[in-house]
Each structure stands twice: as structure tokens, then as C-alpha cells.
């Protein structure tokens, strides 16, 4: 199937303030680019890309006075399949795992691995390991966090999440990310696009989307606390330890966020 995707986000501010962005799909997507990918600012402004530490693409630039539109629309391939299940993936024990791995046991900025060590071992440590483990991760969060787009903030962590019971999609990520390391499964927090593909249409502005990676059986494989089942037609953008890796925009000095508007939809085809 093809999936037309893109943003138009506005900044405002009165000095010219840095930024980095990453709204760029990510670089294992790009040979599914049908069309080209590129970011567009109005008024123009000189951009150049760079790899971070995770393998994401970065955006630096510089929001000028009065303001930015940062705008991207593309088409890209997609499988057409839903998010693939491996029920017999097992876990490995913390002595096999790969060295490039290891970070995402680590706790992080929004993942208090120390603060929910304890709930995680008392709730899942007599399942077995593997699977099993997350997908009774995946089923706690998904019933523990009501899901509210007033219930967004910033500052937010896994355990404020576990304590208040309700957040966004990367609400739901960071409490599963930080139940599985807490459990010695890695987990990386995902950040990109995912519309509305074979389940019926939310009456909700479109958004982008939070999810998360465990690494079993010598591979990662994608799970969804939020929605809690497979669904179609994800465009990564960008993967780290958590939000703080994957932030869409980072802006050095004031700026205001003043208009935001992202679009996913299926490309109908004839046949």
C-alpha cells in the first residue's frame, strides 16, 4: 500500500532561536520513499541534516524572528501487513545480550527504572520470560493509563504516569519501556507516524504516535501499550532511550509553538 504523510508546524519568537528538529523519517525507511522527503520552511532558511547516536536523522536550523512554518509531505511503500507477532521470541539472559544493547536496560531521563523496579518483579516476576512477560506488560499499561489528550505534559515520567493512571501514547511507551527493563528485557521508546489504517476512523486530530521496541530473541519487535494491538501502516521517525532521545523539536531560546497539523492517510489506487 502507499500512505501520504506530512506536517505544517508553526514557531513563533522574537530572536532568532536555534532548533533541532527530527521530523524526518527515519533512515530505515528511506527506500520506501515513493515520493521525496523534504522538509520545507517558510520563509526559507538554511538546514543541514546529521545522524545522531541512535541512528535518527537531525535537523539543525535557525527559527528567525517572527517565525517559522516547517511543512513536509511524501508518499512512501508500506507492507499493507500489521505489526508482526513472534509469540515464541524468549528472552536472554543480561550476559548474552549485545553490547549495543545494554543501554536500553538502563533507566533514563523518563524511564525511573529504580522507582518501578519493585512493582515490576512483584507484578510480572513469576511469568515466564519472553513474550508472555511483555504482552502482560503491554495488557497492565493499557488498562492501568487512561488515555486523554488533556492529559499531556511535558514533564511527565513513567512514574507519573503509574501514579496518576492516565497520559498520551508516550505515556503508555514510557511505562512499558520501564517495566521491561525493569524486567532485564531491552526496550527502546519509538516515535512516528501511524493514521488510521484498517480500524475505523478516530474522531481526533491527527497526531504523531509513541510505541516501543523489546529486543527478544535476537531481535526487536514492536509492541503498543496505547492500542494494544497490531496495527498497519507505522512510519518510524525516530528511536532512542526515551522522549528526551526523540523530541520532534528542540528550540535553544524562547520560542512559542503556534500551529501544529499532522496528516496519514492511505493513498487510494485504482485496482
Not at 38 to 57: C, H, K, Q, S, W
Request: hydrophobic letters at 40%; charged letters at 20%; aromatic letters at 10%.
Amino acid at each position: 500500500m502507499l500512505i501520504k504523510a506530512g506536517y505544517d508546524i508553526r514557531y513563533e519568537t522574537e530572536l532568532p532561536t536555534p532548533m533541532m528538529a527530527m521530523l524526518s523519517i527515519h533512515p530505515s525507511r528511506n527506500h520506501d520513499l515513493v515520493t521525496p522527503h523534504r522538509i520545507v520552511t517558510t520563509p526559507e532558511v538554511a538546514m543541514y541534516d546529521y545522524l545522531d547516536a541512535f541512528g535518527n536523522t537531525c535537523t539543525r536550523l535557525t527559527v528567525p524572528p517572527g517565525g517559522l512554518t516547517l511543512s513536509c509531505d511524501f508518499t512512501v511503500h508500506d507492507s499493507g501487513l500489521p505489526d508482526p507477532q513472534s509469540p515464541s521470541a524468549v528472552q536472554h539472559v543480561v550476559e548474552e545480550l549485545p553490547d549495543d544493547v545494554l543501554v536500553y536496560l538502563l533507566g533514563s531521563r523518563y524511564c525511573e527504572t529504580d522507582r518501578l523496579s519493585d512493582t515490576a518483579w512483584s507484578r510480572f516476576g513469576h511469568l515466564t520470560g519472553g513474550w508472555q512477560r511483555v504482552q502482560a506488560i503491554v495488557d497492565f499499561v493499557h488498562d492501568h493509563i487512561e488515555f486523554g489528550y488533556h492529559f499531556a505534559r511535558p514533564t511527565k515520567t513513567a512514574w507519573d504516569a503509574h501514579q496518576e493512571q492516565e497520559g498520551v501514547c508516550r505515556d503508555f511507551a514510557h511505562l512499558a519501556v520501564t517495566l521491561c527493563r525493569c524486567m532485564n528485557i531491552p526496550a527502546r521508546y519509538c516515535t512516528g507516524y501511524l493514521g488510521d489504517i484498517g480500524i475505523p476512523p478516530v474522531d481526533a486530530p491527527m497526531d504523531f504516535s509513541a510505541w516501543f521496541d523489546v529486543y527478544l530473541g535476537g531481535a526487536w519487535h514492536t509492541f503498543d501499550a496505547r492500542h494494544n494491538m497490531p496495527r498497519i501502516g507505522r512510519v518510524l521517525m525516530a528511536r532512542g532511550r526515551d522522549a528526551a532521545d526523540t523530541a520532534l523539536t528542540t528550540t535553544f531560546g524562547p520560542a512559542v509553538l503556534t500551529g501544529f497539523a499532522v496528516h496519514t492517510d492511505e493513498v487510494e489506487t485504482d485496482g
